[in-house]
């Protein structure tokens, strides 16, 4: 019997010490990191930090604005609502929005930056959202009669064909 040598109890104490240590070791990831993990949270989590730097745009009263311009589309406060989210959240990147704008008779400036801003936007977009622009623009500039829109209706029309 010489290759077995009996464990003393104080070798048998640390054995049972480092084995709690293992076992139980604490989880030193912050609350936010376990959260994280699930895959619902995480998307939550990212949604809210993208909100918070879109600024304005992130609040809840920018969709109530949005709304507001599609609802009152015909309307005699459209142009007010129109006016209204541009002095606060700048041209919208909306497509639908920016192709109700090219509807406004008596203000040249928005109409044309809201012609610029769909032909930034075309570039994302299919084939059949490009044809839409190509025909409305062909359409605003043989009826405008705002040189300004016409202008630059042909302008950037000659630029998407």
């Not at 040598?5 to 104490?13: A, E, L, V, Y």
């Not at 993990?37 to 604005?65: C, V």
């Not at 009826?143 to 202008?151: P, V």
Request: with cysteine; charged share 35%.
């Amino acid at each position: 019997m010489i290759g077995k040598r009996k464990k003393s109890w104080k070798g048998i104490d640390r054995m049972r010490d480092r084995g709690k240590s293992s076992r139980n070791k604490k989880d030193e990831r912050s609350n936010l990191e376990r959260a994280l993990e699930d895959p619902r949270m995480k998307e939550r989590y990212l949604q809210e930090a993208e909100k918070l730097f879109m600024g304005a745009k992130g609040r809840p009263q920018h969709s109530k604005d949005l709304m507001a311009i599609h609802k009152s589309y015909g309307r005699t406060n459209f142009l007010s609502n129109v006016r209204h989210y541009v002095s606060t959240y700048g041209m919208p990147s909306d497509w639908g929005v920016l192709l109700l704008i090219l509807d406004i008779k008596n203000d040249s400036e928005l109409v044309c930056k809201a012609i610029e801003a769909l032909c930034e936007l075309v570039k994302e977009k299919g084939s059949v959202e490009r044809r839409g622009l190509q025909s409305k623009l062909r359409v605003l500039s043989l009826t405008t009669r705002n040189a300004e829109i016409r202008e630059t209706a042909e302008m950037q029309l000659t630029g998407l064909c």
